[in-house]
């Protein structure tokens, strides 16, 4: 079992920055892929970034040039930078942590995040 929390989230103003962080524990594969998705109301969930234990990310188009996904390998651990929010932006974002071997992922349990003037 792998459990994962998030934290960063809370209120920012357009045009703002937020990071976000994402510590996983537990039973890690040594391939494996973290990441972000997010939801907005009456949305279904969708892909922001994720990032393999080699290092490969791979962003949303809404993001990209403004979200920076980083992870630290030896904690486990996945990070979002968040520059130049907008409105459209706001929405609760999961963390996952997707194991290779065997194939298995594990979400977070979302960090809220409001961006609004």
């Known amino acids: 079992q792998v459990q994962v929390v998030e934290s960063g989230g809370g209120l920012v103003q357009p045009g703002g920055s937020l990071r976000l962080s994402c510590a996983a524990s537990?039973?890690?594969?040594?391939?494996?892929?973290m990441g972000w998705y997010r939801q907005a109301p009456g949305a279904e969930r969708e892909m922001i970034a994720t990032?393999?234990?080699?290092?490969?990310?791979n962003y949303a188009d809404s993001v990209k040039g403004r979200f920076t996904i980083s992870r630290d390998n030896a904690k486990n651990a996945v990070y979002l930078q968040m520059n130049s929010l907008k409105p459209e932006d706001t929405a609760i974002y999961y963390c996952?942590?997707?194991?290779?071997?065997?194939?298995?992922?594990?979400w977070g349990q979302g960090t809220q995040v409001t961006v609004s003037s």
């Open positions: 990032i393999t234990s080699g290092g490969d990310s």
């Open positions: 537990g039973s890690i594969s040594s391939l494996n892929d």
């Open positions: 996952y942590v997707r194991n290779w071997v065997p194939i298995r992922t594990f």
